[in-house]
């Protein structure tokens, strides 16, 4: 089992930046690639980036791709994602997921097998 607690989230007008984190305990961190997800009212749950188990390799949505950047901090069993301008459409529920299928990177929500409870953004116009 893994838990994985997620902070950062807020209000920020458009053109400002977000930083969120999600803290990873329970099991061995680096068996895990990461992901952010993020779903919006209405809307499903969609894919935002991933990083695999050592971070040396990424993947982004095309949507975010430029603007944001995903990290991570083995030795502090954190992920993050750092959120340079933001828009109003970028306003949803973030999520961070564990997958520990080895070599993965996937940006199906169902490959992962542990979530976070979420951290609301908020981007005003």
């Known amino acids: 089992q893994v838990q994985l607690v997620e902070s950062g989230g807020g209000l920020v007008q458009a053109g400002g930046s977000l930083s969120l984190s999600c803290a990873a305990s329970?099991?061995?961190?680096?068996?895990?690639?990461m992901g952010w997800f993020r779903q919006a009212p209405g809307k499903e749950r969609e894919f935002v980036a991933a990083?695999?188990?050592?971070?040396?390799?990424?993947y982004y949505a095309s949507f975010v791709k430029g603007r944001f950047t995903i990290s991570r901090d083995n030795a502090k069993n954190t992920v993050s994602l750092q959120m340079n301008s933001l828009k109003p459409e970028d306003t949803a529920v973030y999520y961070c997921?564990?997958?520990?299928?080895?070599?993965?990177?996937?940006?199906?929500?169902?490959?992962?097998?542990?979530w976070g409870q979420g951290t609301q953004v908020t981007v005003s116009s």
């Open positions: 329970g099991r061995t961190f680096t068996n895990y690639a």
């Open positions: 990083i695999k188990r050592n971070g040396d390799n990424t």
């Open positions: 997921a564990a997958d520990r299928r080895i070599g993965a990177l996937s940006i199906r929500p169902y490959e992962y097998d542990y």
